[in-house]
């Protein structure tokens, strides 16, 4: 069992940097990838970034490449997701979520997810 907890989230600028935190419970923070994904209202939800059991693997969304940067720190159990030049369209929930052995960007593949944090950017 895992469970996940965002930080992070607020309002920013276009333009601007904000930077996630999703702390998870556990001691098996290692054997878990990580994901990030995103839920705008009425939208549904979408794949962001995700990073392998060891951090050496990324995955991003196409639109959030060269912007977005996700990161693990196995020894804090913690993920990131660095944002970067934000867009207005960027602003949703975000939402962290793990699954065992390999990442994917498929939602359905991940089994424990975080309740997500705001991220509202500003035009």
């Known amino acids: 069992q895992v469970q996940l907890v965002e930080s992070g989230g607020g309002l920013a600028q276009a333009g601007g940097s904000l930077r996630l935190s999703c702390a998870a419970s556990?001691?098996?923070?290692?054997?878990?990838?990580m994901g990030w994904f995103r839920q705008a209202p009425g939208k549904e939800r979408e794949f962001v970034a995700s990073i392998s059991r060891s951090g050496g693997s990324t995955y991003y969304a196409d639109s959030v490449k060269g912007r977005f940067t996700i990161s693990r720190d196995n020894a804090k159990n913690t993920v990131y997701l660095q944002m970067n030049s934000l867009k207005f369209e960027g602003t949703a929930v975000y939402s962290c979520a793990a699954r065992p052995y390999t990442w994917t960007g498929n939602a359905y593949d991940y089994n424990y997810w975080g309740q997500g944090t705001q991220v509202t950017v500003s035009s």
């Open positions: 556990g001691r098996t923070f290692s054997s878990y990838a």
